[in-house]
């Protein structure tokens, strides 16, 4: 798409997204990180990767065994 296009649209496009750009409010990546790890240890606990499934909920359990004879 971008091939199709002339230098000067691609320049309008550009200029387009970093007007779009320039109005997200922007935060310092120390309290955004400090939020971020707030977060994730609140959701700790519903999180399956660390909680694990309960063996009667886990729709991936195995039915049966493997029997080699």
Not at 24 to 35: L, M, V, Y
Not at 45 to 64: R, S, V
Request: proline letters at 6%; charged letters at 40%.
């Amino acid at each position: 798409m971008a091939q199709d296009l002339s230098e000067k649209d691609l320049l309008k496009m550009e200029v387009e997204q970093l007007k779009k750009e320039v109005k997200n409010t922007r935060i310092p990546i120390s309290k955004a990180g400090k939020e971020i790890k707030e977060y994730v240890e609140a959701q700790a606990g519903n999180d399956p990767f660390l909680k694990g499934i309960p063996e009667d909920k886990n729709p991936f359990k195995e039915k049966g065994g493997c029997l080699i004879s």
